[in-house]
Protein backbone atom coordinates (compact mmCIF):
# COMPACT_ATOMS: atom_id res chain seq x y z
CA UNK A 1 0.00 0.00 0.00
CA UNK A 2 1.22 3.45 -0.91
CA UNK A 3 2.10 6.14 1.82
CA UNK A 4 -0.55 8.04 0.49
CA UNK A 5 -2.89 6.05 0.57
CA UNK A 6 -1.89 4.37 3.64
CA UNK A 7 -2.38 8.17 5.44
CA UNK A 8 -5.81 8.12 3.51
CA UNK A 9 -6.88 4.88 5.18
CA UNK A 10 -5.48 6.20 8.35
CA UNK A 11 -7.10 9.70 8.37
CA UNK A 12 -10.47 7.60 7.39
CA UNK A 13 -9.49 5.45 10.84
CA UNK A 14 -9.37 8.28 13.12
CA UNK A 15 -12.32 10.15 11.78
CA UNK A 16 -14.54 6.66 12.64
CA UNK A 17 -12.69 6.46 16.09
CA UNK A 18 -13.89 9.94 16.87
CA UNK A 19 -17.53 9.36 15.91
CA UNK A 20 -17.67 6.17 18.01
CA UNK A 21 -15.85 7.42 21.09
CA UNK A 22 -19.32 9.67 21.09
CA UNK A 23 -21.66 6.61 19.88
CA UNK A 24 -21.19 3.23 19.68
CA UNK A 25 -24.65 2.92 18.48
CA UNK A 26 -25.43 2.27 14.36
CA UNK A 27 -24.99 -0.39 11.62
CA UNK A 28 -20.61 -1.21 12.21
CA UNK A 29 -21.47 -2.42 8.31
CA UNK A 30 -22.60 0.90 6.85
CA UNK A 31 -19.98 2.88 8.86
CA UNK A 32 -17.82 0.09 6.70
CA UNK A 33 -19.24 1.79 3.41
CA UNK A 34 -19.22 4.75 4.80
CA UNK A 35 -15.54 5.21 5.82
CA UNK A 36 -13.91 2.60 3.46
CA UNK A 37 -12.93 0.15 5.36
CA UNK A 38 -13.57 -3.27 7.39
CA UNK A 39 -15.84 -4.37 9.28
CA UNK A 40 -12.99 -5.88 11.63
CA UNK A 41 -11.26 -2.45 10.60
CA UNK A 42 -15.16 -0.64 12.28
CA UNK A 43 -14.97 -3.45 15.38
CA UNK A 44 -11.43 -2.07 15.91
CA UNK A 45 -12.10 1.77 16.58
CA UNK A 46 -14.58 0.97 18.98
CA UNK A 47 -13.55 1.80 22.20
CA UNK A 48 -11.69 -0.86 23.92
CA UNK A 49 -14.04 -1.45 26.77
CA UNK A 50 -16.73 -2.82 24.15
CA UNK A 51 -14.62 -5.72 22.45
CA UNK A 52 -12.33 -8.17 23.24
CA UNK A 53 -10.41 -10.19 20.37
CA UNK A 54 -9.04 -14.01 20.42
CA UNK A 55 -7.37 -15.82 17.66
CA UNK A 56 -9.87 -17.74 14.77
CA UNK A 57 -7.93 -20.98 16.00
CA UNK A 58 -10.57 -21.15 18.99
CA UNK A 59 -13.28 -20.97 16.23
CA UNK A 60 -14.29 -24.84 16.78
CA UNK A 61 -14.06 -24.81 20.64
CA UNK A 62 -16.55 -21.50 20.46
CA UNK A 63 -18.58 -22.83 18.42
CA UNK A 64 -18.97 -26.32 20.68
CA UNK A 65 -19.90 -24.14 23.82
CA UNK A 66 -22.36 -21.71 21.79
CA UNK A 67 -24.05 -24.80 21.05
CA UNK A 68 -24.76 -25.15 24.99
CA UNK A 69 -25.78 -21.63 25.69
CA UNK A 70 -29.67 -22.03 24.49
CA UNK A 71 -31.34 -19.73 22.20
CA UNK A 72 -29.45 -17.11 20.32
CA UNK A 73 -29.77 -15.42 17.09
CA UNK A 74 -27.45 -16.00 14.14
CA UNK A 75 -26.64 -13.90 11.29
CA UNK A 76 -25.00 -13.32 8.37
CA UNK A 77 -24.76 -9.84 6.92
CA UNK A 78 -23.69 -9.64 3.56
CA UNK A 79 -24.03 -6.68 0.67
CA UNK A 80 -27.57 -8.18 -0.14
CA UNK A 81 -28.66 -9.93 2.72
CA UNK A 82 -29.31 -10.09 6.05
CA UNK A 83 -30.03 -13.42 7.26
CA UNK A 84 -30.98 -13.86 11.09
CA UNK A 85 -31.88 -17.75 12.87
CA UNK A 86 -33.04 -17.44 16.33
CA UNK A 87 -32.34 -20.80 18.12
CA UNK A 88 -30.46 -23.44 19.23
CA UNK A 89 -26.93 -23.29 17.24
CA UNK A 90 -26.50 -26.76 16.70
CA UNK A 91 -23.12 -28.61 17.51
CA UNK A 92 -20.70 -30.14 15.04
CA UNK A 93 -18.14 -31.96 13.96
CA UNK A 94 -14.88 -31.26 12.05
CA UNK A 95 -15.16 -33.75 8.50
CA UNK A 96 -13.02 -32.91 5.58
CA UNK A 97 -11.76 -29.44 6.43
CA UNK A 98 -15.55 -28.24 7.41
CA UNK A 99 -17.27 -27.72 10.98
CA UNK A 100 -20.71 -29.50 9.98
CA UNK A 101 -23.29 -28.19 11.58
CA UNK A 102 -25.60 -31.05 12.96
CA UNK A 103 -29.09 -29.24 12.97
CA UNK A 104 -31.05 -31.43 11.43
CA UNK A 105 -34.34 -29.02 11.87
CA UNK A 106 -33.53 -25.17 12.24
CA UNK A 107 -30.29 -24.05 11.47
CA UNK A 108 -27.67 -26.93 9.36
CA UNK A 109 -24.89 -25.82 7.30
CA UNK A 110 -20.92 -25.94 6.83
CA UNK A 111 -18.62 -23.99 8.20
CA UNK A 112 -14.75 -23.62 7.42
CA UNK A 113 -12.76 -22.87 10.30
CA UNK A 114 -9.54 -21.90 8.69
CA UNK A 115 -11.03 -19.09 7.28
CA UNK A 116 -11.51 -17.75 10.77
CA UNK A 117 -8.63 -15.52 11.34
CA UNK A 118 -10.41 -13.36 14.32
CA UNK A 119 -13.08 -14.10 16.98
CA UNK A 120 -14.27 -10.42 18.04
CA UNK A 121 -16.61 -10.42 21.77
CA UNK A 122 -18.36 -7.52 21.33
CA UNK A 123 -20.71 -5.77 23.72
CA UNK A 124 -22.54 -2.28 22.35
CA UNK A 125 -25.59 -0.90 21.76
CA UNK A 126 -27.49 -1.15 18.96
CA UNK A 127 -30.95 0.73 18.54
CA UNK A 128 -30.41 1.76 22.09
CA UNK A 129 -30.21 -0.99 23.47
CA UNK A 130 -27.60 -3.19 25.02
CA UNK A 131 -26.13 -6.45 22.29
CA UNK A 132 -23.44 -9.07 23.48
CA UNK A 133 -22.35 -10.41 20.29
CA UNK A 134 -19.65 -13.67 19.00
CA UNK A 135 -18.28 -12.81 15.81
CA UNK A 136 -16.25 -14.59 13.04
CA UNK A 137 -14.22 -12.66 10.87
CA UNK A 138 -12.16 -13.56 7.90
CA UNK A 139 -8.26 -12.61 7.04
CA UNK A 140 -10.05 -9.77 4.87
CA UNK A 141 -11.51 -8.69 7.49
CA UNK A 142 -15.16 -9.72 6.80
CA UNK A 143 -17.67 -11.06 8.48
CA UNK A 144 -18.16 -14.94 8.43
CA UNK A 145 -21.49 -14.77 10.68
CA UNK A 146 -22.13 -13.42 14.21
CA UNK A 147 -23.72 -14.82 17.43
CA UNK A 148 -26.11 -12.70 19.41
CA UNK A 149 -27.20 -13.76 22.90
CA UNK A 150 -30.94 -14.25 23.69
CA UNK A 151 -33.20 -11.85 25.55
CA UNK A 152 -35.54 -13.13 28.41
CA UNK A 153 -39.76 -11.81 28.57
CA UNK A 154 -38.37 -8.26 29.25
CA UNK A 155 -36.25 -8.00 26.57
CA UNK A 156 -32.87 -8.05 28.48
CA UNK A 157 -30.02 -9.90 28.03
CA UNK A 158 -30.21 -13.51 29.08
CA UNK A 159 -28.11 -13.41 32.53
CA UNK A 160 -27.11 -16.95 31.96
CA UNK A 161 -25.89 -16.52 28.67
CA UNK A 162 -24.37 -13.22 29.48
CA UNK A 163 -22.60 -14.64 32.13
CA UNK A 164 -21.48 -17.69 29.79
CA UNK A 165 -20.21 -15.15 27.45
CA UNK A 166 -18.10 -13.15 30.16
CA UNK A 167 -16.91 -16.88 31.24
CA UNK A 168 -15.87 -17.51 28.02
CA UNK A 169 -13.67 -14.30 27.16
CA UNK A 170 -12.16 -14.59 30.48
CA UNK A 171 -10.82 -17.84 29.80
CA UNK A 172 -9.59 -17.73 26.28
CA UNK A 173 -8.27 -14.19 26.69
CA UNK A 174 -6.20 -15.36 29.89
CA UNK A 175 -4.81 -18.07 27.34
CA UNK A 176 -0.96 -16.30 26.39
CA UNK A 177 -0.85 -15.11 22.71
CA UNK A 178 -4.55 -15.32 22.19
CA UNK A 179 -6.00 -12.33 23.18
CA UNK A 180 -5.45 -8.56 21.41
Not at 22 to 37: C, N, P, R, W, Y
Request: glycine share 10%.
Amino acid sequence: MSTELLSAKTERLQKLRLQLAESQDGILEAMALQHDVTLLDVVRCLPDACWQRIDGSHFVNVMQELAEWGELTTIVHTDGVILEFTGPLPGGELGRGFYNLKGGSGLSGHLKPDCCSDIIFLRRPFMGTPTASVQFFSADGNSMFKVYIGRDASRQLRPDQLERFESLVLRLTRQRGYAA
